[in-house]
């Protein structure tokens, strides 16, 4: 059989499994963990050849790694950006071989759209807001102020950006609600107990903690606990993610709310991979669907939790 050459992708969509490189975050986080899982388990399923790279939180290995896919000519190139700027050479390299680019979870704050195909990812603006929505319905009958601390997610990095963002003008709605402390802690465990240490030092009375991500809420439990504070109850906890250590602490009355964002991006990814291969039409963005869990919440989905 003869290969059929994709005009547009400049690839063979005939011969051999479609070879996909993807060039991931790193291994900061639970998510992070499971979407990597997600991902080489549908490859494997879906017959496409991976060619995966961990850039250890570093946009530098990022770039390397898709200019070494570029130049192994694989047939997609897909990736994750560690932060939202600064990917447009890189970009406009595997525009001009012809490899098509696919986002996944995080996006670029590129101006030229046919730079990449698709963005496959969370909302995390919305993420923000359902978070602070949350809150104010909490805090509706408080007359006093209502102190909160902030652990971002990386600095530059989209749900950093965007999280902070919806979050922040959720809680506009109610002037008693102020922010005091908003520092990055990696999205790791590490970060988030060591920064929250920080903010427990220089606020002894912190009412709220906002974390971008569970992983930090873990850690900053840690530092709460050191300072003679229930988490909980002394301290309202909001994270965002759902991963099972997450959602553990949530039912466990440790955590009070997680919004939910779903590292399950393998199957849909590799959908888009295929088409994009086959040069077919994409949409532009393909949103994940997610939800919200209070404790009650949590306790009921915790069994049936698959990461
Ligand atoms: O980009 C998604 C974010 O990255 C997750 O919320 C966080 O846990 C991860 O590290």
């Known amino acids: 059989l003869a290969a059929c050459a994709n005009s547009d992708t400049g690839a063979d969509a005939g011969d051999g499994p479609i070879v996909l490189g993807f060039s991931q975050v790193g291994a900061e986080s639970g998510w992070r963990t499971a979407n990597t899982n997600s991902i080489k388990e549908a490859a494997a399923a879906a017959g496409i050849e991976l060619k995966f790279d961990d850039a250890q939180q570093k946009q530098e290995n990022q770039i390397k790694a898709i200019r ?26 595997a525009r001009d071989a012809k490899i098509p680019v696919i986002l996944t979870d995080r996006s670029v704050d590129s101006a030229d759209r046919s730079l990449y195909k698709t963005f496959i ?22 007359t006093g102020p209502v102190t909160i601390v902030e652990l971002q ?63 930090m809420g873990l850690g900053a439990l840690e530092a709460i606990t050191a300072a003679g504070k229930v988490p909980g109850r002394d301290i309202t906890i909001i994270t965002i993610d759902a991963v099972k250590d997450g959602m553990q602490a949530l039912a466990d009355g440790k955590f009070n709310f997680i ?3 779903s590292p399950l991006l393998g199957d ?38 698959r990461y």
């Open 259 to 261: 919004a939910e964002c």
């Open 68 to 93: 070494n896919f570029i130049q192994q000519k694989v047939d997609v190139i897909a990736f994750s950006p560690v932060v939202e700027s600064g990917w447009d050479t890189v970009l406009k390299e």
């Open 153 to 215: 997610g990386t600095t530059g990095s989209a749900p950093a950006n965007d999280r902070k963002k919806g979050f922040a003008e959720a809680i506009a709605a109610n002037p008693n609600l102020k922010i005091v402390a908003s520092q990055s802690g990696d999205f790791t465990r590490a970060g988030g107990k060591q920064v929250m240490e920080q903010f427990l030092k220089a606020n002894p009375d912190i009412d709220v903690l906002f974390a971008h991500n569970d992983d």
């Open 121 to 142: 990812g969370s909302d995390f603006v919305k993420e923000g807001r359902l978070s602070g929505e949350w809150l104010i319905e909490q805090t509706r009958s408080a």
């Open 268 to 305: 849909q990814l590799m959908e888009l991979v295929r088409k994009v291969h086959a040069g077919e039409e994409v949409p532009a963005r393909v949103e994940t669907q997610e939800t919200t869990f209070t404790q009650e919440q949590a306790r009921a989905a915790l069994p049936n939790r």
